[in-house]
């Protein structure tokens, strides 16, 4: 590291993992993990994350009400000890739906966006790797696909088949395969030309061998960056859908339906929109802080620097 | 708020959708009085579809109409109960067959022409001979004939005991001026008797100025506007601030805070409408009438009502509600799960069983009261899922009997005849469930031509009682009617059949 890269005018520098093994001996995914902690916006909605998903595991555990519990002497209550986040209009404990709905949102969230992923990446890796009329045909679907603003996309699609959770999860993840589409193709079309590949090229590997080997590998950093902040735009899509009543159906909790439902009490009732309005805003703004935070630690460049500081 | 008012709400949505596929233009309407400063500002929740009284089924343009066409006869407000109006006077002869109408005489249409019995006959013949609407309301007469201009006689094929309610009981029985289909564009336009006349509507307001010549004597103030405010909270706030004077828009969940409010005035009244859950005849386990029972002793209507309506309405095992001469005082079902779960054992079906319930959200109180049903069914071993539709799809799936069970409201009405017979006769136009009972048959049959009204009471109170006991409906509620007024504006009565009458109104 004889000099510092200057924004704009980077030579076309291997990743770490290219690099010779003097120069760090741990693994790259602890090396990776080291430096996100160091970085602590990220650690912190890293911890937060992890918190929501323990929530979604034990949610009936952690719950004290059942989803649906009512007794109509308890109405649209105040917060208090016995109801923290107070009641709604069919006295259900929003304590207890904000928890539950949480399984909800990040189920369809994280199912979505794999389904993205893997499509979506696939399509990218042949339409970057191949290039030409493969390139052509798959990236003008994408481009199509694209055209339309998300949400209103995601509504024609659940709309055409019908509401519910796993209508909702196709929905959202057809949305989002362009995007992985599109990331993993730029990305591939960087690492395509790399001396190593080329040299693996020459000595025979089959293609099959190349893209798993060394082109995907190689052009991850910014599908896993992409994958945490599209993580984000699922919640928020999901949350979208069931406000209009496309997502789960009444009486499941989610977080989107309640804000739906709480509409006619926003002058009267401020908890019972404020705390699904809460959960919905960490959980994507935690999402959305991790991805900046991965972008940082996954980047070579800012990697360099940062690794470099640390020393 | 409902859309559709006196014809049985689910037909009413039909055929309102049905109009609005025409592009009714709406022009300005003729003439008339001049704009003063004394006019009184309605929200309502809802844009009329069109203003002909005999073919519209919407109740945003009968908020309208009321004020502006009159009937032979009308309710009064305190009990519904049929007064003159057009008609001074009627008899009728022995055999019941023939009704003899006097009308009054000085009145006058909008455009200065004379009323008469022509005009009666006119109205009468157009909606028999064109099968409007309410053609099925003259089901059983025979001629309308006008031997002099102060006299019109209905012969009937058979007695009809609630005629006066037939041709009464709301505004799309109106009086038009002879021709008047022919002269005006009546989706448009009106010509009728009425304290008001209609003066322009347009996508935010229907504007009425006040009619001089009005045979009741012109109301004190210069006109009404009616101003579309969907949006329940927001109607409240336009009569906070002075925007509007009045709104049958008022949030239920409201209702409480605003009774010691000293910026609004409050009016309610327990309506004619009535909320229900329906299960179908066809669809098993539901034709087991154990089993209908066994939801029906499952149910605790105080919560359901309390979170539909939040108090603000009345339970009723019946359909009728409590205050009409009609009522029926009948409630056998206690809320009782171990009796319920008895009840699905007696039956011999297996538990969980799983019950679709079809609600929309055209009528919100039905999702809140569908989650509450949910939840006292599912310690009985009935598993509930709700199922919510557009209103469009709901009457579809309706009309196809594809549905396990459906909830929604009819407004019932004045006469029992209209709380029963579509719904409960087995050939009835609105049996959707599929009921079939002849003793009901027999007894509805003989009501509709009994013309002793305590017998004929008595036939449909035990109609109603067998309706109830077969559970042919599940019947949860009457919901109360609420209106809100700025203080100090008076001459305005809140009415069980939800009719907005402004006529008297005085404003502050």
């Known amino acids: 590291m004889t000099q510092l890269p200057t924004p704009g005018a980077v030579p076309a520098e291997p990743p770490p993992a290219e690099l010779p093994p003097t120069r760090t001996a741990r693994p790259r995914w602890r090396e990776t993990l080291g430096l996100l902690a160091r970085n602590p916006t990220a650690a912190v909605s890293a911890l937060v994350l992890i918190a929501i998903v323990l929530v979604a595991v034990f949610d009936e555990t952690l719950a004290p009400d059942g989803p649906n519990e009512q007794d109509q002497s308890?109405?649209?209550?105040?917060?208090?000890?016995?109801?923290?986040?107070?009641?709604?209009?069919?006295?259900?404990d929003i304590l207890s739906r904000v928890l539950l709905g949480a399984a909800t949102s990040l189920r369809v969230g994280f199912l979505s966006v794999a389904f993205a992923?893997?499509?979506?990446?696939?399509?990218?890796?042949?339409?970057?790797?191949?290039?030409?009329?493969?390139?052509?045909?798959?990236?003008?679907?994408?481009?199509?696909?694209?055209?339309?603003?998300?949400?209103?996309?995601?509504?024609?699609?659940?709309?055409?088949?019908g509401a519910g959770p796993t209508n909702a999860i196709l929905a959202i993840g057809i949305v989002y395969v362009p995007i992985f589409a599109r990331v993993t193709r730029a990305s591939v079309l960087g690492v395509r030309e790399e001396v190593y590949v080329r040299a693996s090229r020459s000595v025979g590997a089959s293609d099959l061998r190349l893209i798993t080997r060394h082109v995907l590998p190689n052009a991850a950093p910014p599908i896993i960056v992409q994958t945490s902040i599209s993580l984000a735009f699922a919640v928020l899509a999901e949350a979208a859908l069931s406000f209009l009543g496309l997502g789960p159906q009444r009486p499941n909790p989610s977080w989107g339906l309640m804000l739906a439902d709480s509409r006619g009490f926003i002058d009267q009732a401020w908890w019972y929109s404020v705390f699904p309005g809460l959960a919905i805003v960490l959980t994507v703004l935690c999402f959305n802080l991790l991805g900046d935070g991965l972008r940082d630690v996954l980047d070579p460049r800012q990697r360099t620097l940062m690794a470099g500081g640390g020393r | 708020m409902r859309t559709n008012r006196l014809l049985p709400l689910v037909t009413a949505g039909v055929l309102a959708l049905a109009a609005c596929g025409g592009g009714d233009e709406v022009d300005t309407g003729g003439g008339g009085g001049g704009g003063g400063?004394?006019?009184?500002?309605?929200?309502?929740?809802?844009?009329?579809?069109?203003?002909?009284?005999?073919?519209?089924?919407?109740?945003?343009?009968?908020?309208?109409?009321?004020?502006?066409?009159?009937?032979?006869?009308?309710?009064?407000?305190?009990?519904?109960?049929?007064?003159?109006?057009?008609?001074?006077?009627?008899?009728?002869s022995?055999?019941?067959?023939?009704?003899?109408f006097t009308l009054r005489e000085g009145v006058t249409f909008h455009d200065g022409s004379e009323f008469d019995s022509a005009d009666v006959v006119y109205s009468y013949r157009r909606i028999i001979d064109e099968e409007l609407s309410n053609a099925y309301r003259f089901e059983?007469?025979?001629?309308?004939?006008?031997?002099?201009?102060?006299?019109?006689?209905?012969?009937?094929?058979?007695?009809?005991?609630?005629?006066?309610?037939?041709?009464?009981?709301?505004?799309?029985?109106?009086?038009?001026?002879?021709?008047?289909?022919?002269?005006f564009d009546l989706q448009s336009e009106a010509n009728g008797t009425g304290p008001f006349q209609l003066e322009s509507s347009d996508a935010n307001?229907?504007?009425?100025?006040?009619?001089?010549?009005y045979w009741g004597g012109a109301p004190s103030i210069d006109g009404v506007e009616f101003r579309y405010i969907s949006e329940p909270t927001s109607a409240l706030t336009a009569l906070r601030n002075g925007e509007v004077q009045w709104t049958d828009n008022v949030p239920p969940q409201n209702v409480e805070s605003l009774e010691g409010d000293d910026e609004v005035e409050l009016g309610s009244v327990t309506s004619v409408e009535y909320f229900y859950l329906s299960m179908n005849y066809d669809v098993a386990p539901f034709d087991n009438r154990d089993v209908r029972r066994a939801i029906a002793t499952a149910i605790d209507r105080d919560e359901v009502t309390q979170a539909a309506r939040f108090g603000a309405a009345q339970t009723n095992q019946t359909a009728i509600p409590e205050g009409s001469p009609w009522y029926t005082d009948y409630a056998p079902f206690e809320p009782d799960q171990d009796a319920a779960r008895q009840l699905l054992e007696q039956a011999g079906v297996e538990t969980p069983l799983t019950m679709g319930l079809m609600v929309t959200d055209e009528y919100p109180e039905t999702v809140a009261a569908a989650q509450v049903i949910a939840a006292q069914l599912e310690p009985v071993g009935i598993e509930v899922e709700i199922q919510e539709e557009d209103f469009a799809t709901w009457l579809?799936?309706?009309?196809?009997?594809?549905?396990?069970?459906?909830?929604?409201?009819?407004?019932?009405?004045?006469?029992?005849?209209?709380?029963?017979?579509?719904?409960?006769?087995?050939?009835?136009?609105?049996?959707?469930?599929?009921?079939?009972?002849?003793q009901v048959d027999q007894l509805l049959t003989a009501a509709a031509t009994e013309v002793d009204p305590a017998v004929r009471g008595d036939l449909y109170d035990q109609a109603a009682r067998i309706i109830v006991d077969d559970v042919s409906y599940l019947y949860l509620y009457n919901p109360d009617e609420v209106q809100a007024w700025a203080p100090g504006l008076t001459g305005y009565e809140v009415r069980a059949d939800a009719a907005i009458d402004f006529e008297n109104v005085e404003l502050p």
């Open chain 2, 396 to 438: 579809a799936r309706q009309g196809d009997g594809d549905f396990d069970a459906f909830m929604l409201s009819w407004i019932g009405n004045i006469d029992p005849a209209d709380f029963y017979e579509n719904q409960h006769l087995s050939t009835g136009g609105s049996n959707y469930q599929g009921y079939e009972n002849p």
């Open chain 1, 117 to 161: 992923l893997v499509v979506g990446t696939l399509i990218g890796l042949l339409a970057g790797y191949y290039g030409r009329w493969v390139d052509d045909v798959l990236m003008r679907v994408m481009d199509m696909l694209f055209a339309f603003p998300a949400v209103l996309l995601a509504i024609a699609i659940v709309a055409v088949r």
């Open chain 2, 205 to 213: 307001s229907t504007v009425l100025t006040t009619f001089a010549d």
């Open chain 2, 94 to 100: 022995d055999d019941q067959l023939s009704w003899t």
């Open chain 1, 74 to 92: 308890r109405a649209l209550q105040a917060p208090s000890w016995g109801h923290p986040f107070g009641t709604d209009e069919l006295s259900r």
């Open chain 2, 140 to 183: 059983t007469v025979a001629d309308v004939t006008a031997p002099d201009p102060r006299t019109v006689v209905i012969t009937l094929t058979r007695p009809t005991p609630n005629l006066l309610e037939q041709i009464g009981a709301f505004k799309g029985m109106a009086i038009v001026s002879e021709g008047a289909a022919d002269e």
């Open chain 2, 37 to 92: 400063d004394d006019v009184l500002v309605a929200a309502v929740s809802a844009e009329p579809d069109q203003f002909d009284p005999h073919v519209t089924n919407a109740y945003a343009s009968f908020q309208v109409l009321e004020n502006v066409y009159d009937t032979l006869v009308v309710p009064n407000a305190q009990d519904l109960t049929m007064e003159p109006s057009l008609a001074e006077s009627w008899t009728t």
